[in-house]
């Protein structure tokens, strides 16, 4: 186990209108207003962490883990249509008294390469 430092491959994703309106109206924000900021959940988080989930050296058992942390940093919000791409890579993976602390951070970028936004997750996988 320990898997600190892997890079997963980039997942490429589009922003798309309906779900972004789907998503805003579930959360009470009016779709004219354009993308949620916590919408960076599906194209960021949401589009890499299943390859965390489903590497075998990873190890990460899905019935014992918390989601413990999230956090978000934006160059700029993408537009709905626009095409993103979602690379993860394991920052740290540390174990402590029966715990694993695994940090995963995901950096979102458009077609052309400029910053989209950053996203760091702390997942506690219990022993």
């Known amino acids: 186990m320990g898997v600190e430092g892997k890079t997963y491959p980039a997942v490429t994703s589009v922003i798309e209108p309906d779900r972004v309106a789907a998503f805003a109206k579930a959360i009470g924000a009016d779709p004219a207003d354009g993308v949620p900021p916590t919408y960076a959940a599906v194209y960021s988080l949401g589009a890499t962490a299943p390859q965390l989930f489903g590497d075998?050296?990873?190890e990460v058992d899905f019935g014992k883990l918390l989601h413990a942390d999230q956090e978000f940093e934006w160059q700029r919000h993408p537009?709905?249509?626009e095409t993103v791409t979602s690379?993860?890579?394991v920052v740290s993976d540390i174990s402590?008294?029966?715990m694993r602390f695994l940090t995963y951070e995901t950096n979102t970028t458009t077609v052309d390469?400029?910053?989209?936004c950053r996203s760091r997750t702390l997942f506690v996988i219990r022993s």
């Open 79 to 81: 537009a709905a249509g």
């Open 56 to 58: 075998p050296e990873a």
């Open 113 to 116: 390469g400029s910053a989209v």
């Open 96 to 98: 402590r008294r029966g």
């Open 87 to 89: 690379q993860g890579r």
